[in-house]
C-alpha cells in the first residue's frame, strides 16, 4: 500500500516539475505599429515573436506626458492580442485578433499582451 502511494507521490512531483520547468512562451509572428518619431513624422516598429502572457509597453508611446500614443497596430501573430491606451497595461482596450487586418490610425494603443485563443 505505501509503494502505491509513495509511486503515486513521486509521479506526481516529476509532472510539476516539467510543468514549471517549460520555457516561457512566446507569440509567433510580427506585431506592428506606427508612432510619431521625434521628427514629427509617422514611424512604424516591429516587435517579433512577441512574449505571451506579458504587458509589453510600446517604448516609443511609454510615456503620456511627452510622448503621442501609437497608432494602427496589425496583429500579424499565432495569437490575440489586447492593446490598451495606457502605458502598463492601464485603460481603454481593444482585441486583435491573430493574423487579422490592419487596425486604422484611429485605434491608438500604449502597450499590448498576447494570449492563447
Given at each position: 500500500m505505501r509503494l502505491r502511494h509513495s509511486v503515486a507521490a513521486v509521479c506526481?512531483?516529476?509532472a510539476l516539475t516539467a510543468t514549471l520547468a517549460s520555457p516561457a512562451h512566446a507569440a509567433t509572428g510580427e506585431f506592428?505599429?506606427?508612432f510619431v518619431?521625434?521628427?514629427g513624422e509617422p514611424r512604424s516598429a516591429t516587435l517579433d515573436d512577441?512574449?505571451?502572457g506579458e504587458c509589453l509597453t510600446i517604448p516609443e508611446a511609454a510615456d503620456p506626458n511627452s510622448?503621442?500614443?501609437a497608432f494602427a497596430p496589425h496583429n500579424d501573430t499565432d495569437e490575440k492580442?489586447?492593446?490598451f491606451t495606457g502605458p502598463d497595461c492601464s485603460g481603454d482596450t481593444w482585441i486583435l485578433r491573430p493574423h487579422g487586418r490592419p487596425a486604422g490610425d484611429r485605434l491608438k494603443l500604449r502597450s499590448v499582451?498576447?494570449?492563447r485563443p
Amino acid at each position: 500500500m505505501r509503494l502505491r502511494h509513495s509511486v503515486a507521490a513521486v509521479c506526481g512531483a516529476l509532472a510539476l516539475t516539467a510543468t514549471l520547468a517549460s520555457p516561457a512562451h512566446a507569440a509567433t509572428g510580427e506585431f506592428t505599429y506606427r508612432f510619431v518619431g521625434i521628427s514629427g513624422e509617422p514611424r512604424s516598429a516591429t516587435l517579433d515573436d512577441p512574449a505571451s502572457g506579458e504587458c509589453l509597453t510600446i517604448p516609443e508611446a511609454a510615456d503620456p506626458n511627452s510622448s503621442e500614443p501609437a497608432f494602427a497596430p496589425h496583429n500579424d501573430t499565432d495569437e490575440k492580442a489586447i492593446v490598451f491606451t495606457g502605458p502598463d497595461c492601464s485603460g481603454d482596450t481593444w482585441i486583435l485578433r491573430p493574423h487579422g487586418r490592419p487596425a486604422g490610425d484611429r485605434l491608438k494603443l500604449r502597450s499590448v499582451v498576447f494570449f492563447r485563443p
